[in-house]
């Protein structure tokens, strides 16, 4: 069975960082594309960033140069560094997993709410 279980939201104000977390159990950890996600109030879910099985790296224009994604291979976790936030960076973020192979699978944790308000 695969599990997501986000970690490290909460609220912060404008200028400071949140590091988010995701544990991932269930998959091959080295053969699945990871991502994170986010859905503000309103508005579709959206691509933040994603670090590919082949290790290719890639960021949503709204994000580039303040959010980092990472992997931990060994913990099978991937975070997400947010720094510089601001208050349209306010969502709640998903963290998602693929198989780097053609498949329907799609995993999705619960989602973790960020807050980036004065």
């Known amino acids: 069975q695969v599990r997501l279980v986000e970690s490290g939201g909460g609220f912060v104000q404008p200028g400071g960082s949140l590091r988010l977390s995701c544990k991932v159990s269930?998959?091959?950890?080295?053969?699945?594309?990871m991502a994170w996600y986010r859905q503000a109030p309103g508005n579709e879910r959206e691509l933040v960033a994603q670090?590919?099985?082949?290790?290719?790296?890639g960021y949503a224009e709204a994000v580039k140069g303040r959010f980092t994604i990472s992997i931990d291979s060994g913990q099978n976790m991937v975070h997400l560094q947010m720094d510089s936030l601001k208050p349209e960076d306010t969502a709640v973020y998903y963290c998602n997993t693929r198989p780097s192979y053609p498949s329907s699978n799609d995993y999705w944790g619960n989602g973790i709410l960020v807050t980036v308000s004065a």
């Open positions: 269930g998959i091959i950890f080295g053969i699945y594309n």
């Open positions: 670090h590919k099985a082949n290790g290719l790296i």
